[in-house]
């Protein structure tokens, strides 16, 4: 499935992206490349493992910042908004990993037990600033929507 979407302005507010995988006899190896896959510089990498049953994550977005979710076992389910239009999208352990534009709401949830996801980053986290309230998203949202 391709999925992208943008602001008014024309910017991107997510999309996936493909990525190589090389199978071998010793498992399989995926590949992720700056000028590639990914348009910035990596500067904090995270995961989630062993998120409980019926666990809901995110509800939040950033004032500003750039993310590469990569689904690297399991699935889970990823609502977003950004602002004109919502989507949600069933994430699985496949060449499929997604951009996502930190302005976009975000929420997740349907882990299954062996669900292992990274997340890599154009900032660090004490520079990164996280907006919690859905109420002030739509507001920077707005903002942003009706700057053309």
């Given at each position: 499935?391709?999925?992208q979407?943008?602001?008014?302005?024309?910017?991107?507010?997510?999309?996936?992206?493909?990525y190589s995988?090389i199978?071998?006899?010793t498992?399989?190896?995926?590949v992720?490349?700056?000028?590639?896959?990914l348009?910035?510089?990596?500067?904090?990498?995270f995961?989630l493992?062993?998120?409980?049953?019926n666990?809901?994550?995110g509800?939040?977005?950033?004032?500003?910042?750039?993310?590469?979710?990569v689904?690297?076992?399991?699935e889970f389910?990823?609502?977003l908004?950004?602002?004109s239009?919502?989507?949600s999208?069933?994430?699985?352990a496949?060449?499929?990993c997604?951009?996502?534009?930190g302005?976009?709401?975000r929420?997740?949830?349907?882990?299954?037990e062996?669900?292992?996801?990274?997340v890599?980053?154009?900032?660090e986290?004490?520079?990164?600033e996280?907006?919690r309230?859905y109420?002030?998203?739509s507001?920077n949202?707005?903002?942003?929507?009706?700057?053309?």
């Amino acid at each position: 499935m391709s999925i992208q979407a943008t602001y008014s302005n024309g910017e991107v507010s997510w999309r996936m992206v493909g990525y190589s995988q090389i199978f071998e006899e010793t498992g399989e190896l995926g590949v992720l490349e700056y000028g590639k896959e990914l348009d910035f510089v990596v500067k904090r990498i995270f995961y989630l493992r062993g998120i409980k049953k019926n666990a809901m994550r995110g509800f939040h977005s950033h004032k500003d910042l750039k993310q590469l979710i990569v689904c690297l076992n399991g699935e889970f389910t990823i609502e977003l908004d950004n602002g004109s239009e919502k989507i949600s999208k069933r994430m699985k352990a496949d060449n499929q990993c997604l951009y996502l534009d930190g302005k976009v709401w975000r929420e997740m949830k349907d882990f299954t037990e062996d669900a292992l996801i990274v997340v890599l980053c154009d900032k660090e986290y004490i520079y990164d600033e996280v907006v919690r309230e859905y109420l002030l998203f739509s507001e920077n949202i707005a903002k942003l929507n009706n700057d053309l």
